[in-house]
């Protein structure tokens, strides 16, 4: 599985319509992207609220200037 910081690169590269969060049970959830195989697990068994923090994360941008 990837790190926090590998799996927002991840859903950067597919865009966030290519990205879902599927729950596993026990309120944890897991962030799937869609490749040209399938749907790929990229970080498993966290919180849903953490989930929902990370896709966040990979849609704002930064502007420095």
Known sequence: MAT???A??????????NARIIQIGNGKT???IKT???WV???SNVNSGI????????TN???LG
């Open 4 to 6: 926090v910081k590998e």
């Open 8 to 17: 927002v690169e991840k859903i950067r590269q597919v865009g966030l319509d």
């Open 30 to 32: 897991k962030i799937e």
């Open 36 to 38: 040209k195989a399938g």
């Open 41 to 43: 697990s990229v970080l």
């Open 51 to 58: 989930a929902e923090d990370i896709l966040r994360q990979a």
């Open 61 to 63: 941008k930064v502007l």
